[in-house]
Antibody, heavy 121, light 107 residues
């Protein structure tokens, strides 16, 4: 059974850089069959895709966040990470990591439980 | 960017009734790229349907998905108490995008 677990600081000050890590267990992150993604959900609102990374190193970002987002992968630790720079209160959200199946259909099959990140001074 | 619009925003039904949720895309989406998720308060979304009509592992057969092109539907044939939740459609064409959600509430 694949499991994903987000970890991060919980609170970040405005203008700082948010850093989150997703630890994957029960399966290898070094697989050609999956992408690894970040998705967020502001309190009381809907889901917003942030971006994803492929084991080969390719990354794809939401155009609306692209200038501030970096997703990286550490195969030795079976983890992938999110950095979001210049945060504001609008970045306050529950952040989820998820696995993306890419063949034969595309969908998010496993999700982490989510971690609330608050931007406040 | 392909935008998904879900309707209705809120659906009020009773257990045992049939629920029909709609998802309309701003341009044609491959069926392979269309999925549905269920989210309950305080929980992560759960995959229900992928490829527009294939049920995910462990999903009861009262859930079904249909549609093609720009119009997709999630049907719950007979509502159980645990089905009352928020439902999202999602597409992977170009930049992945979620619909705004349909809240299914008990009448």
């Amino acid at each position: 059974q694949v499991q994903l677990q987000e970890s991060g600081p919980g609170l970040v000050k405005p203008s700082q850089t948010l850093s989150l890590t997703c630890s994957v267990s029960g399966g290898s992150i070094s697989s050609d069959d999956y992408y690894w993604s970040w998705i967020r959900q502001p309190p009381g609102k809907g889901l917003e895709w942030i971006g994803y990374i492929y084991y080969g190193g390719s990354t794809y970002y939401n155009p609306s966040l692209k200038s501030r987002v970096t997703i990286s992968l550490d195969a030795s630790k079976n983890q992938f990470s999110l950095k979001l720079s210049s945060v504001t209160a609008a970045d306050t959200a529950v952040y989820y990591c998820a696995r993306v199946v890419v063949h034969p259909a595309y969908y998010f099959d496993y999700w982490g439980q989510g971690t609330l990140l608050t931007v406040s001074s | 960017e392909i935008v998904l619009t879900q309707s209705p925003g809120t659906l009020s039904l009773s257990p045992g009734e049939r629920a029909t949720l709609s998802c309309r895309a701003s341009q044609s989406v491959s069926s392979s790229y269309l999925a549905w998720y269920q989210q309950k308060p305080g929980q992560a979304p759960r995959l229900l349907i992928y490829g527009a009509s294939s049920r995910a592992t462990g999903i009861p057969d009262r859930f079904s998905g249909s549609g093609s092109g720009t119009d997709f539907t999630l049907t719950i044939s007979r509502l159980e108490p645990e089905d009352f939740a928020v439902y999202y459609c999602q597409q992977f064409g170009g930049s992945p995008h979620f619909g705004q959600g349909t809240k299914l509430e008990i009448k």
